[in-house]
């Protein structure tokens, strides 16, 4: 075929496609300029679709996992889980008759929270406790050799405001307790620990005016109220919290009262403690 019939017919078919394409466009405009003749056309649209693919199921479904369980229901008692000696303990109210320091009061319908030097928080429902049966931690946890920081329960955890972790290689951070709550026995980590870091303190306050002291290695220490810190989330490490030198750590974090310890600033040399 010569080239000049070749060419004719591309053009034939260049100007088929435009007149088809002209003819699309017109249409478009008609449709979203007329909103009943769109509905009709999309009800047109389904209609063909189900014609198409509604025909009756082909296959059988059958319960391949058999009977369903009924979720169990768990009723509400009050609950005192006791911290002695390293175990925990949990006992319904009415059967403690002498209380200590280390309880906390609660309900078999919360967790058991418990926060670690890995910079790990871990969960157990306190149904999955049997009363009066006592357990160490790694068995309620699953922390393996882990120490453990704190061990409070999620209705204590969130009336607080926040959570404070400080590490031995002299970071702080302060978290929403909100942001930390956990649900796995596993655990989720609460803070951003650099290799070879761990976490020596885990603090929860209510009031940023808390004064939190932080004690270095070579037994200067660095007080200031919370409010220092910045809230941060739960993956990040934090900033620095007193003012070390190569091979010092921190060494121990608590919160203090207005008169214990003179007040600084953060991320300095700080006071010498007295003896």
């Known amino acids: 075929m010569k080239l000049s019939a070749l060419c004719r017919l591309d053009g034939i078919k260049l100007s088929d496609e435009l007149a088809e394409k002209r003819k699309f466009i017109a249409e478009c405009r008609y449709l979203l300029s007329e909103p009943t003749a769109l509905d009709e056309k999309l009800i047109s649209i389904l209609n063909e679709v189900a014609e198409k693919f509604g025909d009756a199921r082909r296959t059988q479904i059958t319960d391949i996992l058999g009977e369903t369980e009924e979720p169990e229901v768990i009723e509400e008692e009050e609950v005192i889980i006791s911290l002695i000696n390293s175990t925990i303990k949990a006992s319904k109210k009415e059967e403690v008759k002498k209380h200590t320091k280390k309880e906390i009061f609660t309900t078999n319908l919360n967790s058991l929270l418990c926060i670690t030097s890995s910079g790990k928080i ?21 922390i393996g050799s882990e120490k453990v920081l704190l061990i409070t329960d999620t209705l204590a955890f969130t009336s607080y405001l926040s959570l404070t972790c400080v590490t031995k290689n002299n970071y702080i951070k302060k ?7 956990s649900k796995t026995k596993k655990g989720t980590p609460v803070i951003k620990l650099e290799d070879g870091d761990n976490l020596i303190a885990a603090i929860l306050s209510s009031n940023d005016d808390d004064a939190i002291v932080i004690i270095g290695s070579n037994n200067y220490y660095n007080c200031y109220p919370l409010s220092e810190i910045g809230y941060t989330g739960k993956m990040t490490k934090g900033v620095k919290a007193i003012k070390l030198s190569e091979g010092e750590y921190v060494k121990d974090a608590h919160l203090v009262g207005d008169e214990e310890y003179k007040l600084t600033n953060r991320a300095v040399k700080g006071v010498k403690l007295n003896g």
């Open 122 to 142: 871990y969960a157990t429902p306190i149904s999955k406790l049997k009363y009066n049966k006592e357990y160490r931690a790694n068995e309620v946890f699953d």
């Open 175 to 181: 978290s929403s307790t909100s942001d930390c709550l």
